[in-house]
C-alpha cells in the first residue's frame, strides 16, 4: 500500500457544524503533516505529527484541532469554521529522506 | 524563515524543451523536491535533489546548487498532459522533525 487516503473528499458544512477530517496511511511512515491549498495557491503547512506527537504547529486558530490517534491515523477536527476556511485540505507523509506522499484532499466549503 | 522564488507563468511548445528555476533562501536545508500539481488535484511527487548535480528520471531532470541556492526542473520531449503548476519545495530540519515549504508554484502552459 502506497497511498495516503482521505476521507470525504467533498465536505460542505456551516459555520456552527462540528466535522472531522480523516487521513490514513499504511506506509509505516512516522511523519505526517497537514496543508491547506487556497485556489491558485501553493499549499501551506498547518500542523507536523512525527511519531504520534504534535511537533509543529504554524500558528492555526484553534477551530482547526489536530488529531493522531496512532502511527496511521490522522484527524483534523473542525468546529466554528469561517467561509475563508474554505480550501483543500490535504495530507502527507513521509519518512527519513523519502519524499511526501500526499493524500488526494478534502475539498471543505464553509457556508 | 524561508523564502522560496519560482516564476509565476510559463509557456512552451509540445515536443520542446522547457526549464523551470527556483531559487531559494533556508536555514536547516535538507533537500530540494518538485512536484507536479493539475488542477484540483493533491501533488504528485516528480523528483527530489539533496546533493548538487542532475538527477534524471525519464522526460524530467532535476537539478541542484546548494551552494547559489538554485534548483531548476527540466521537461524533455512537451506534452499536453504536461500543462499544471510545477511546485519547488524545500525541506528544512529542526525542532525534532522536517518541514517542506513550497514555492508559489509556476503553471505551465504547453501549446500546440
Known amino acids: 500500500d502506497t497511498e495516503v487516503t482521505q476521507t470525504p473528499k467533498h465536505l460542505v458544512m456551516g459555520m456552527t457544524n462540528k466535522k472531522s477530517l480523516k487521513c490514513e496511511q499504511h506506509?509505516?511512515?512516522?511523519?505526517m503533516y497537514w496543508y491547506k491549498q487556497k485556489a491558485k495557491k501553493p499549499p501551506e503547512l498547518m500542523f507536523v505529527y512525527s511519531y504520534e506527537k504534535l511537533s509543529i504547529n504554524e500558528s492555526v486558530p484553534s477551530r482547526f484541532s489536530p488529531e493522531c490517534p496512532n502511527s496511521s491515523l490522522l484527524n483534523l477536527h473542525l468546529h466554528a469554521l469561517q467561509p475563508e476556511d474554505s480550501a483543500l485540505y490535504l495530507c502527507a507523509s513521509s519518512e527519513g529522506a523519502r519524499g511526501y506522499t500526499f493524500g488526494s484532499g478534502t475539498r471543505l466549503t464553509v457556508v | 524563515g524561508q523564502n522560496i522564488d519560482q516564476p509565476t507563468e510559463m509557456t512552451a511548445t509540445e515536443g520542446a524543451i522547457v526549464q523551470i528555476n527556483c531559487t531559494y533562501q533556508t536555514s536547516g536545508f535538507n533537500g530540494l523536491f518538485w512536484y507536479q500539481q493539475h488542477a484540483g488535484e493533491a501533488p504528485t511527487f516528480l523528483s527530489y535533489?539533496?546533493?548538487?548535480g542532475l538527477e534524471e528520471k525519464g522526460r524530467f531532470s532535476s537539478f541542484l546548487s546548494r551552494s547559489k541556492g538554485y534548483s531548476y526542473l527540466l521537461l524533455k520531449e512537451l506534452q499536453m498532459k504536461d500543462s499544471a503548476s510545477y511546485l519547488c519545495a524545500v525541506r528544512s530540519s529542526g525542532a525534532g522533525s522536517y518541514q517542506l515549504t513550497f514555492g508559489k508554484g509556476t503553471k505551465l502552459s504547453v501549446i500546440p
Open positions: 506506509m509505516g511512515h512516522r511523519a
Open positions: 535533489n539533496v546533493l548538487d
